[in-house]
């Protein structure tokens, strides 16, 4: 016995990488029996999850062809790939890879068993010069078990005499078989004794370890091409331990690939079938098909509802194990856009699962951390207040839609009103922006706060809690009125260089009622080098002021609005050839450097196409459809060639070494969900005539009835300096206490005690309307269940209606 046959040498290999996010299919079969996603680019299947979809388990799967000397062909680096799906909207492909040297054809067809969790590749091989004598078939498998490349072990196994390929980490393993025989096999550790190394050199396997443990490992076999003329099926099994994963991999063979891709097929097709027919002529693949199974595919099986943001890791090549930065986690946010998404097609039961997850993951004080693995374990805890709003909104949309069942209003209420209490205890500042950046007020947080407010006071009436309805509105009131003081920005160098009366900011750090003095305000930029990473508030603009027309809180023909798009437009916008895209504001640092290599904490960011979706749907409410057509057009113009819509679109020039193209996908992420979700909720806009998920409550109470609140909030985490004379003075605070207070230096002294409000807050209500502008109330507290006095005074001026800031 060779004394290779033993452990291979080299250990641990070469750091460990994840690879490429470009993807260009993604697929799972709809079966609880296989709990396996996988995802396909460059031609070849990388990245495969299993059993949760937050759990990539290997790194990528593909073939090499020598000719035993000095031919050497890589299928995902030396050939040319075109992915065609087997069905519309059925997320299984036909993978066919030719040969840069045109010396062979690779044709594929990608899926996985729904009977078990095993990865289906049924592979035919054709050489274009000579014969298949003339040439060596080898398969490469880069293990990445529990989503690590580090602490693999590899090995040469059988079950049963089928010889395997075989990997484990802690337990979860796999096995690769073939329905043809392995003619040689061989495990080694990346980048030192791996196949690759070996076929690279010699142009054969000729080094054979059969160990490769505790590294970074990579597993290697030759497949006899003569056996089947060069047609074969690999089954790639998981399971705990080699045995179940053999197991199921031998399985899938017996069984064979046609009764596999039939049960997968059928069940793709009976769901599809169950959704609106918005099919509309659209550039192949239809992306509305391909969209709806996007969203879909990416489900947890085991956890129901739980909709991960993108199975793919963004600059992945560039990610190692102590630095995943995947996407494969539940951002409530992106999860509640793609229940929207699926309200939007008619999916009602897909979207009700998702209210399941987020009904099971809230927070004990109501809210959502920033992200979470699929079992609820936080992986940011960053607070992004819209993550709190929007379950809330997604519960009043489901109703709207149908998409709740009898007693469901009830079942989520609890939900609803932790949030809400959350909301109104914390709120409206929000610990991050929706791009998990800035504090402070923003556009699309508060307006989502406002909406929610709003939705939840209807659905706390249909709880029988009216009192509390009314709570929430006045709050709702509150915020919407106080919208311009906090981020609407005027008097600044831009208003005179763009000739604008004004325009709403990106974020606004302060409220100028709450904190005193003329400072410009500094908003660090994240993902910006040190010495770039601090801009005013007035030098900052987004696109998400379009959030306060698509919650209805503005018109879309408002002076406000349209002097910001003026702006936004004038900054932010960028021509391509095949329509108008958005960055996600000015400075923005979170892409690729200039030179397009990869985002590693710092870069400049690219322009989201899902920005041309909300833009597209603001048009609609502006009455324009057809200019809401038109860049529906070009959102299906972002689009790879396969249908899939990614995070950001390259800008410059075309890189491609780096596979860079203006107008394609950069190395963020491709597919993202919430872009396809945005693009089906435009394309149901567009068949109702209206903004799909526009909520009724704000657009009746503020651009029809135009309601004003007759009053302004004080509260300990916004201590209110000037407001408005006119209006009464509301104090919130977190415990009952009594209020001592005197609109004339303390000589002569009110007092009155705080109510509850039933979600966290006592409020007590000053009758100050009658105080003239100069006037100034001062208060204190008295804290009757510690039975202690505030010990501090608090002072609020009114100043002139409309003259105070």
């Not at 990528?60 to 069905?87: H, K, M, N, P």
């Not at 062979?104 to 009977?115: A, G, I, N, T």
């Amino acid at each position: 016995m060779r004394p290779d046959e033993y452990n291979a040498p080299g250990w641990p290999g070469v750091a460990a990488r994840w690879t490429s996010s470009a993807k260009s299919g993604v697929g799972t079969a709809l079966s609880g029996a296989s709990p396996l996603w996988f995802t396909v680019g460059h031609g070849i299947v990388n990245e495969i999850y299993y059993p949760r979809i937050d759990r990539a388990c290997v790194r990528d799967l593909g073939l090499v062809v020598t000719d035993g000397a000095r031919f050497f062909s890589e299928e995902q680096r030396d050939t040319s790939a075109e992915l065609t799906w087997l069905a519309p909207g059925v997320p299984a492909f036909r993978v066919v890879t030719r040969c840069n040297q045109g010396r062979y054809l690779v044709e594929k067809e990608l899926l996985s068993d729904p009977r078990r969790p095993v990865l289906l590749q049924q592979t035919s091989f054709r050489p274009f010069e000579g014969g298949l004598h003339g040439y060596r078939l080898f398969v490469l498998l880069a293990p990445h078990l529990g989503n690590q490349g580090g602490g693999n072990n590899a090995w040469l196994g059988e079950y049963k005499g089928v010889e395997l390929l075989c990997a484990e980490r802690n337990g979860l393993a796999l096995a690769l078989a073939c329905s043809v025989p392995w003619l040689v096999r061989s495990a080694g550790y990346v980048g030192r004794s791996d196949g690759w190394q070996d076929l690279k050199q010699h142009g054969s396997l000729s080094w054979q370890y059969s160990r490769a443990d505790n590294g970074n490992v990579a597993l290697c076999a030759e497949i006899d091409l003569a056996a089947q003329k060069g047609s074969f099926l690999l089954a790639l099994g998981f399971g705990e331990g080699a045995a179940e994963a053999g197991q199921r991999a031998r399985s899938a063979l017996c069984e064979g690939f046609p009764a596999a891709r039939d049960e997968y097929l059928k069940r793709w097709n009976g769901w599809q079938q169950g959704l609106l027919p918005l099919d509309e002529p659209a550039p192949l693949p239809a992306l509305y098909r391909v969209s709806t199974a996007l969203l879909r595919c990416h489900e947890a099986g085991h956890f129901p509802g739980g909709v991960i943001a993108s199975l793919s890791i963004p600059w992945g090549e560039n990610r190692g194990d102590n630095d995943l930065g995947g996407y494969h986690l539940a951002w409530p946010r992106d999860l509640v856009q793609a229940a929207g998404g699926f309200l939007a097609v008619g999916a009602r039961d897909d979207a009700r699962r998702a209210l399941g997850f987020l009904e099971a993951t809230q927070e004990a004080d109501g809210h959502w951390v920033q992200n979470l693995w699929l079992d609820g374990t936080p992986g940011q805890n960053g607070i992004q207040l819209d993550e709190t709003a929007l379950p809330v909104l997604l519960v009043d949309l489901a109703r709207r839609e149908g998409g709740l069942q009898p007693g469901d209003l009830e079942r989520f209420w609890p939900m609803v009103r932790k949030a809400l209490g959350y909301l109104v205890r914390v709120g409206p500042v929000s610990g991050q922006d929706r791009w998990e950046e800035d504090p402070g007020y923003s556009p699309f947080t508060v307006a989502a706060q406002v909406a929610a407010l709003l939705a939840g006071a209807d659905l706390a009436e249909s709880a029988g809690e009216p009192s509390l309805g009314r709570y929430l509105r006045e709050t709702a009131d509150v915020w919407n009125d106080s919208l311009e003081r906090w981020m609407y920005q005027t008097d600044s160098d831009w208003c005179r260089e763009f000739d604008l009366p004004g325009y709403y900011v990106r974020v606004a750090v302060r409220d100028p009622a709450v904190e005193s003095g003329r400072t410009p305000e500094l908003v660090p930029l994240r993902n910006r080098p040190a010495a770039e990473a601090m801009l005013p508030v007035a030098h900052l603009v987004s696109p998400d002021a379009l959030a306060l027309v698509r919650f209805g809180l503005r018109a879309a023909d408002d002076p406000r609005i349209v002097a910001t798009l003026h702006l936004v437009d004038a900054l932010l916008k960028l021509e391509t050839d095949k329509g108008p895209a958005w960055y996600r504001y000015n400075g923005d640092g979170y892409g690729e450097h200039e030179d397009g290599t990869p985002f590693d904490g710092t870069g400049r960011g690219r322009p989201w196409p899902l920005l041309t979706g909300e833009r597209a749907h603001f048009e609609l409410a502006a009455g324009r459809q057809e200019e809401a057509r038109r860049l529906k057009g070009t959102l299906e113009g972002f689009a790879s060639r396969e249908g899939l819509l990614s995070e950001q679109i390259w800008d410059d020039r075309d890189l491609p070494a780096r596979k860079l193209y203006r107008g394609g996908p950069t190395g963020s992420a491709q597919p993202l969900v919430w872009a396809h979700a945005e693009y089906l909720k435009l394309v149901r806009s567009l068949a109702d005539g209206k903004v799909f998920d526009l909520p009724p409550q704000t657009v009746k109470r503020y651009l029809k009835d135009k309601v004003n609140s007759p009053r302004r909030i004080w509260r300990f985490n916004h201590k209110l300096r000037t407001m408005d004379a006119g209006l009464d003075l509301r104090i919130e605070t977190l415990a009952p206490a009594l209020i001592y207070w005197s609109c004339d230096g303390w000589e002569t002294v009110r007092h009155a005690a705080s109510c509850a409000t039933g979600l966290g807050l006592e409020m007590t209500d000053l009758e100050t309307a009658a105080l003239a502008a100069g006037k100034r109330v001062i208060f204190t507290f008295y804290w009757p269940d510690a039975g202690t006095w505030e010990g501090t005074d608090y002072l609020v001026t009114f100043e002139a209606a409309g003259q105070g800031v």
